[in-house]
């Protein structure tokens, strides 16, 4: 446990003060926005996945560790910033859906990154609504 907890912590670091500021602003990175289940205010986070017809796919570094991911289960309502373009959607967490093998037919690269930093891995199925 203590590995998954340095892991988590240097995780959570490097996104929340490296890569989300960065990425959040870059046209072509897809962005998951939920609403906060504390505050109500939207929350838009960096994510790497796929879509594949009228579904895109993630799979969560922390599972339901993560506060984007938290916020999607307590709402599941969610908005996704594709090619530039938003869409609403319904997001599903998939624990019954082995995340290893989701990955490999996810992008590489980030891919990559999930499978060395996470600890607790969680597929995430978004039904675009448009």
């Known amino acids: 446990m203590a590995s998954n907890s340095w892991r988590m912590?240097?995780?959570r670091f490097f996104h929340r003060r490296l890569a989300n500021p960065i990425s959040t602003r870059?046209?072509?990175?897809v962005l998951l926005e939920t609403t906060g289940r504390k505050s109500g205010q939207?929350?838009?986070?960096?994510v790497g996945g796929k879509q594949?017809?009228?579904?895109?796919w993630l799979v969560?570094?922390?599972?339901?560790?993560?506060?984007?991911?938290?916020?999607?289960?307590?709402?599941?309502?969610?908005r996704i910033r594709l090619n530039g373009q938003w869409h609403?959607?319904?997001?599903?967490?998939?624990?019954q859906d082995d995340p290893i093998a989701r990955l490999r037919t996810l992008p590489t690269m980030n891919s990559a990154v999930v499978r060395a930093?996470?600890?607790?891995?969680?597929?995430?199925?978004?039904?675009?609504?448009?």
Do not use: C, E, W
């Open 88 to 95: 609403h959607g319904t997001a599903h967490p998939m624990p």
């Open 52 to 56: 594949v017809g009228r579904q895109f």
């Open 60 to 78: 969560s570094n922390h599972g339901d560790q993560s506060d984007y991911v938290r916020n999607l289960m307590a709402d599941s309502a969610v």
């Open 117 to 130: 930093l996470g600890t607790n891995l969680l597929t995430i199925r978004i039904d675009l609504a448009d």
């Open 42 to 46: 939207p929350r838009r986070t960096p």
């Open 26 to 29: 870059t046209p072509g990175q």
């Open 9 to 11: 912590r240097l995780d």
